[in-house]
């Protein structure tokens, strides 16, 4: 099982950008995932040579991998 911490932004076009952080710890809040959403203020990510704008949320994503044998 594979989890990944997903943090939403708008951009400065309005369209949605994610990011995603792989392995996150079990007990991770919103709280703390809001704190890491802070870097957009800092003004350091772009997508598209859009900025991001405004945290919209986050999420935690669990992907189940089978090998076939």
């Known amino acids: 099982m594979e989890k990944t911490l997903e943090l939403i932004f708008t951009k400065s076009d309005g369209a949605k950008k994610t990011l995603s952080i792989a392995d996150p710890r079990e007990d991770v809040t919103l709280a703390e995932a809001q704190a890491a959403a802070k870097i957009i203020e800092a003004g350091v990510l ?3 040579g859009l900025g991001l704008n405004e945290f919209v949320e986050a999420r935690i994503k ?3 991998v089978t090998v076939l044998a």
């Open 62 to 64: 669990v992907v189940t």
């Open 46 to 48: 772009t997508s598209g």
